[in-house]
């Protein structure tokens, strides 16, 4: 029989990791609901002793995720948090981690305010500028922690070139993958030694289930991943894991979709008098643009965009639309629209947001994969409400 994983990404992400059921012949992967396992003999088990340790539903999907990232080894988290503390949970006091200075907020406090108390040292530097984050390696640097397209202006890095500086530094590169998907970007492919994810996002897909994930191709990387995964214990249940298998399955007719979606918005968004910069590595203009063509697959679901107005307003638009909801978030098949200086993004200092590029009147979209007409027309209508 082929091996599944030969095949290509959408019959992969159906079949990958997910054999009928051997006792009864169930097509889906059966939700275990189940904390321990009967032994034949002392310590002779069947290939689960307890849940924490292993279940078979959560198996399913880490073999799944693994032959999705094109990786040898997947191993899943109860949430995305729970997956990059596992990265962390690698370092020991005294070593220096580099990460871009837009990383996600949650990255960033778990960094500055869990690990720094660990004496960990980090360095935020422009990623998308290589010999920025080569000029900030030091002799203790064990970790770049790479997350493109970024969020909420949705710069690219160049995940090879930061990949040969961490090998040259003797340090691990990993890449949060959650903007871009497997779909449309394999980080291992282009030289990074682990991939994290948050499974809450597109993975899932439909908004119902909090979940993460590390992939890697390195054997001691991943027994070492696996202790902290059964030390530390954020693993997911096996209901969380049967969601998100649900959700993979479909993830590359939602990616196309998402990113129709999105590259429409986007250019229509651009033409507009109401809208003063739109972030989107898909358009021209943008600054990493041939690098996004070379990169990935195609540009993604999210869209930022910068009105001419002020904080009231901007609030007023993302208050005003009616198919897209005001919410955090992003990845799941409805359309989701928030304002960074008020919400995903208000914890940082307005000085450092406004020097970051963060202006009151940028407005961040997970564009869904409703209709687009439907969209547009409700964008400009909670244009015309918002902005007089
Ligand atoms: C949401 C998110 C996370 C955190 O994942 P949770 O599942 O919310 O814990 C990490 N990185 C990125 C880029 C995210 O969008």
Request: net charge negative.
């Amino acid at each position: 029989m082929t091996d599944s994983d030969d095949f290509r990404f959408e019959t992969r992400s159906i079949h990958s990791g997910q054999e009928p059921d051997e006792k009864t012949g169930a097509l889906m992967t059966p939700i275990y609901a189940n904390s321990t396992y009967v032994q034949d003999g002392p310590g002779d088990h069947r290939g689960y002793e307890y849940s924490r340790t292993g279940n078979p539903t959560r198996t399913d999907l880490e073999d799944n995720l693994a032959s999705l990232e094109g990786g040898e080894y997947g191993r899943a988290f109860s949430s995305g948090m729970g997956a990059i503390n596992t990265v962390l949970n690698l370092l020991s006091s005294g070593d220096h981690v580099i990460a871009s200075e837009d990383v996600y907020g949650g990255t960033h406090r778990i960094f500055t305010q869990v690990y720094a108390d660990y004496d960990v040292e980090f360095s935020f530097v422009d990623m998308t500028d290589p010999d920025e984050v080569a000029d900030a390696v030091r002799e203790n640097t064990e970790l770049l922690w790479v997350e493109t397209p970024t969020n909420p202006l949705l710069n690219v890095v160049d995940i090879a070139a930061m990949a040969d500086i961490a090998a040259d530094a003797d340090a691990l590169c990993a890449v949060d993958n959650t903007f871009a998907t497997p779909y449309l970007q394999r980080p291992l492919e282009l030289g990074a030694d682990i991939v994290s994810h948050s499974l809450t996002k597109y993975l899932g897909g439909h908004s119902d289930v909090v979940g993460g994930a590390l992939i890697t191709d390195d054997a001691e990387l991943d027994e070492q991943i696996g202790f902290y995964q059964n030390s530390v214990g954020a693993t997911p249940g096996p209901h969380d894991c049967f969601l998100v298998l649900r959700g993979t399955k479909t993830l590359g007719v939602r990616m196309d979709r998402h990113c129709d979606n999105a590259r429409d918005i986007a250019h229509w968004l651009d033409d507009h008098d109401a809208v003063d910069t739109v972030y989107y590595p898909g358009l021209e203009s943008h600054p990493n643009h041939e690098l996004a063509a070379e990169q990935m697959n195609d540009f993604g679901g999210m869209v930022s965009f910068e009105l001419d107005a002020s904080l009231e307003e901007a609030a007023d638009v993302v208050s005003e639309t009616e198919v897209f909801t005001l919410a955090e978030s992003l990845g799941g098949v409805e359309s989701l629209i928030e304002q960074p200086a008020t919400m995903t993004h208000a914890a940082i200092p307005k000085e450092e947001r406004l020097a970051a590029g963060l202006t009151d009147g940028l407005i961040r979209a997970s564009i869904g994969i409703e209709h687009v007409d439907d969209l547009k027309a409700d964008l400009q209508q909670a244009f015309d409400a918002a902005l007089k």
